[in-house]
């Protein structure tokens, strides 16, 4: 280790891989319903660009997980964000196209995507 | 490894290893690697997260879930429904984890066993591969050696170990900066900075699992510690006892030195460290300071006359500083957070946590960490559990060898050094034993004395001679053959042991004797005037009888008593032979009337 910049250079590498496991500094979720209603529908590689993007962009602090059947099957892929501190949004019949514009909207400006939305669409 | 969306953290200590977690994490690895998610979900081997009562444990992130008792038929089931269908497997879940409601799974910081805890020293045991020190320097690993060696001078870095308040966590409570001091104001050309790992105290793990589950901060540490006092060499001492910890611990000195964060010339500032593992063969004494560097050095694990003192003439005739791995472990995050930071957790002379290990008659066999000042019932009943049965506390045994017993009446006292000392036991290391009413003190002192006196190391005649014949007495009590005059005999031997033996394994090793004499005297007596046991432990003095009111002539006793000394008809009360009476105690277990009592 020659110098603290290289000390910093591995930590930003690191942090995006272990951050899900600071329970405190998780700032947004984003839920994929993954039941058999989801995966039917295509939840998968729905859930796996959400990842991915999330990652391409270096957000920290996004964690993805997923969850069984949110109980709208005909809706599926649905996604749940949870911003910190605000009310959850819905999103409905959600494909890997529509992902790049929900993260770069949604997560990272904090406008979601109203048209994707249970409440537009539903 | 790009697209990882899920932690699977499964607990590598060795209390989980045990209960066999290795072929949980085998089973994980080979269900994901079948269903093809290998690659978004990562199986981690952790240290210990403390609450080895519910081992084998595992937490699933981003969710948090807390999986207790996991064997390895449930992994299939944790896979299927909770990583591929994100179902999370209820019944699974530790008991503790579920909200009123049955429904939503609490965050960690919100279960009971971990609600009054802090964990400082044990901040990344369960929360990192300590194999992998990428991970510990995502959680700001080594941040501290860095800012230590491009900002502050070895004097700044003493000033804030001084300021902090920190104190040696080995058991006696010295201050660590200042011991740091000293050893920086010795002058010498060579140096050396040790870390004791030989924890002995019978039921202490608290080193052991930090070494297991953080080794890097301990690494991290003594490079800090080295560059204040001017040392370019470390050793950590650790007893063979611990594959665990030694291998993991040489893994990750072996990491530091590919990182450049040992050897030479570090962070390009011109400071050069390495270290290496000395391994103990597990005898007590090395865990006290000379002992300790008698035996780096190759020599016989006895101590030395003190003064001088190691920061003056210590390993190799050199200054050496020594302190304890949970020690070590809160310096990186004093240097990154400030001494003030850590005053604000404990008391006023007592900063910071204290890691203990909970063992004996405790529902949460485990390891918890506490900030000082924290009372003893909140660590028993709060964090521990209470005790199985619904039994009634008893005492607690804290310091281990060398501590002494913490009565009842003193659940309420707020543990730090001071106040421990003052109701004469001591904080030792940390090992903590809970006792109830089964639990016979005059036995307890002497199981210690009889560790103390295998442990002996034989150089100076208090301790080599004195404990012994202070154990033959112990043993004659609980014999029933006790003699008018033997507790003052003891009070005697403890006092001239005390003053005399050379170092402090000797200097301590009547306490647990002491300590049971000053609280539970009457057991003593008891034992020696009345030749009776009051908790029913001590075999020589019980004797099993049947209530004739009671016994309805069932006949079960008498088939169960292996010497054959239960007579009786049958619908007739039936009678024991005490000459005969082995106290084995199968006829009181067996009786389903509560005929049979033993006193």
């Known amino acids: ?122 | 490894m790009d697209l990882i969306r899920s932690h699977v953290m499964v607990c590598g200590g060795t209390g989980c290893t045990s209960s066999n977690s290795a072929a949980v994490i085998a089973e994980f690895e080979k269900l994901l690697a079948e269903k093809g998610l290998d690659r978004e979900v990562k199986v981690v081997r952790t240290g210990c997260f403390g609450l080895c009562e519910a081992g084998p444990v595992c937490i699933v992130y981003p969710e948090g879930c807390f999986y207790a008792h996991v064997k390895t038929e449930d992994v299939a089931r944790i896979v299927e429904e909770h990583l591929v269908k994100g179902r999370i497997v209820k019944d699974l879940l530790y008991k503790g984890a579920m909200e009123e409601d049955k429904q939503t799974v609490k965050s960690l910081d919100k279960v009971d066993f971990y609600k009054k805890q802090k964990r400082v020293a044990l901040r990344n045991c369960g929360v990192i591969d300590p194999e992998n020190i990428e991970e510990y320097i995502a959680f700001d690993g080594y941040a501290a050696l860095g800012k230590v060696l491009t900002e502050m001078s070895p004097d700044d870095v003493i000033q804030t170990i001084l300021d902090s308040g920190l104190r040696g966590r080995g058991g006696g409570g010295f201050p660590t900066g200042l011991k740091w001091k000293f050893a920086k104001a010795s002058v010498s050309e060579k140096k050396y900075v040790c870390c004791n790992a030989d924890e002995g105290d019978p039921g202490a793990f608290m080193d052991r699992s930090i070494l297991e589950g953080d080794p890097h901060a301990v690494i991290e540490a003594m490079a800090i510690a080295a560059y204040a006092i001017g040392a370019d060499q470390g050793y950590v001492y650790c007893r063979a006892e611990y594959p665990i910890a030694v291998k993991r611990l040489q893994i990750a000195i072996k990491q530091a030195r590919e990182y450049g964060l040992l050897g030479k010339n570090i962070f390009g500032t011109g400071f050069n460290f390495d270290m290496d593992v000395r391994l103990g063969a597990g005898a007590f004494v090395c865990g006290e300071e000379t002992a300790l560097m008698n035996s780096i050095e190759g020599m016989r694990g006895e101590p030395r006359p003190r003064p001088p003192f190691p920061a003056v003439k210590g390993l190799f005739g050199k200054p050496t500083i020594l302190n304890n791995v949970e020690t070590y472990a809160n310096v990186p995050q004093i240097i990154v957070k400030g001494a003030d930071w850590f005053k604000t957790m404990g008391t006023a002379k007592s900063a910071g946590t204290k890691v203990f290990a909970l063992g004996g008659k405790i529902n949460n066999t485990g390891l918890v960490e506490v900030p000082m000042g924290t009372t003893l019932r909140e660590v028993i009943y709060d964090i521990g559990g209470g005790i199985p049965g619904g039994k009634a506390f008893k005492a607690a045994q804290t310091g281990g060898p060398s501590g002494g017993c913490i009565p009842a009446s003193e659940l309420d006292i707020e543990i730090d050094y001071d106040n421990l000392v003052a109701i004469g036991s001591m904080m030792g290391s940390g090992g903590m034993i809970v006792m109830d009413e089964d639990n016979c003190m005059v036995d307890i002192a002497r199981f210690f004395l009889d560790f103390t006196v295998d442990e002996s190391c034989g150089k100076c005649a208090p301790c080599r001679i004195g404990t012994k014949r202070m154990l033959e007495i112990l043993e004659r009590i609980v014999e029933g053959k006790g003699e008018d005059g033997d507790i003052e005999k003891l009070e005697t031997l403890a006092e001239s042991i005390k003053t005399t033996a050379l170092c402090g394994l000797g200097q301590t090793a009547p306490n647990p004797v002491l300590s049971t004499l000053k609280y539970y005297r009457h057991e003593y007596e008891a034992h020696i005037y009345e030749k009776r046991c009051p908790a029913g432990q001590c075999k020589a003095l019980l004797t099993y009888k049947i209530d004739p009111d009671k016994c309805k002539g069932c006949t079960l006793c008498a088939r169960q008593c292996p010497a054959g000394c239960i007579s009786g008809k049958v619908r007739e009360p039936h009678v024991i032979d005490t000459a005969k009476c082995l106290k084995c105690g199968a006829c009181m277990e067996k009786c389903k009337f509560g005929a049979i009592s033993r006193g």
Not at chain 1, 17 to 39: E, F, L, N, P, Y
Not at chain 1, 89 to 102: F, N, W
Request: proline content about 3%; hydrophobic content about 40%; charged content about 25%.
């Open chain 1, 1 to 122: 280790m020659k110098s603290l910049a290289e000390l910093q250079a591995i930590r930003n590498r690191m942090i995006d891989q272990v951050s899900m496991r600071k329970d405190d500094s998780i700032d947004t979720r984003v839920v994929v319903g993954m039941a058999t209603c989801g995966i039917a529908a295509g939840a998968r590689p729905v859930m796996l660009e959400f990842v991915e993007e999330i990652k391409r962009r270096g957000l920290e602090n996004v964690t993805v997980s997923q969850t069984g059947c949110i109980g709208m099957c005909r809706l599926e892929p649905m996604v749940e964000i949870t911003v910190k501190d605000q009310e959850k949004v819905t999103y409905i019949h959600m494909s890997p196209e529509k992902v790049a514009r929900v993260v770069a909207e949604h997560i990272v400006n904090g406008r979601p995507v109203e048209e994707y939305t249970i409440g537009y669409q539903g």
